[in-house]
């Protein structure tokens, strides 16, 4: 079974500071990982996801991760911190049984303080 | 033009009622998806189609009923609603396939009293 450990529910960081949210998996096959965004009483959007190819992956609104297979980790990164990016981060890995499915950490809630 | 769309998007009912969510998508998917968002904010499927066949139906108690009319429709009925049963809704769309992106309705947020 796969599964996703995000460390930290709650993340606060300064405006123009780094930002980096920290997603632990385990997968029995090569995994296709994922970082969805959930602003307030919105749906979820895709930030950026693996899948095959070059480990260092960029996304929207400036944020970037990078698949370590030896760390088993997805780290989500973002060299400046923007009032807007408050929300609620989810990482997730996919798996595939019929159809996708999407198995999500707990998220982290990130505040930035001005 | 909205891609994926859910309705209603409040909604507020006693225990032991009946109660429907419709979501809608125009993105020309093969697959739906409904989720349920805990109010720690833990985000779990509990079911997908293709084609509108059940492909992937979690350990959802048997109250919880989807039906997809088309491919673009994904509808879920719920009966006997209990308080446990409390939480957001979403409904989402993609393609088949184990790397796509998933693009998410804006929720239905269900309040059991």
């Known amino acids: 079974a796969q599964s996703v450990t995000q460390l930290g529910s709650h993340v606060s960081v300064s405006e123009g500071a780094l930002v980096l949210l920290r997603c632990n998996y385990s997968s029995s096959v090569p995994p296709y990982l994922f970082w969805y965004v959930q602003y307030p009483n919105q749906g979820l959007q895709l930030l950026l996801k693996?899948?095959?190819?070059?480990?260092l992956v960029k996304g929207i609104n400036g944020f970037e991760a990078e698949f370590k297979k030896s760390e088993t980790s997805f780290h989500l990164t973002k060299p400046s911190a923007h009032m807007s990016d408050a929300a609620e981060y989810f990482c997730?890995?996919?798996?595939?049984?019929?159809?996708?499915?999407?198995?999500f950490g707990q998220g982290t809630r990130l505040t930035i303080n001005p | 033009d909205t891609a994926v769309s859910q309705t209603p998007k409040y909604l507020v009912t006693q225990m032991g009622n009946d109660k429907s969510i419709k979501c809608e998508q125009n993105l020309g998917h093969d697959t739906m998806y409904w989720y349920k968002q805990d109010s720690k904010k833990f985000l779990k499927i509990m079911f997908s189609?293709?084609?509108?066949?059940?492909?992937i139906n979690e350990t959802v108690p048997n109250r919880f009923s989807p039906k997809s009319p088309d491919k673009a429709h994904l509808n879920l009925h719920i009966n006997s609603l209990e308080l446990g049963d409390s939480a957001v809704y979403f409904c989402?769309?993609?393609?088949?396939?184990?790397?796509?992106?998933?693009?998410f309705g804006p929720g239905t947020r269900l309040l059991v009293l």
């Open positions: 997730a890995v996919s798996d595939y049984q019929g159809a996708q499915k999407l198995v």
């Open positions: 989402a769309s993609s393609q088949d396939g184990r790397a796509e992106t998933q693009y």
């Open positions: 189609y293709n084609n509108k066949e059940l492909i």
């Open positions: 693996y899948t095959t190819g070059a480990t």
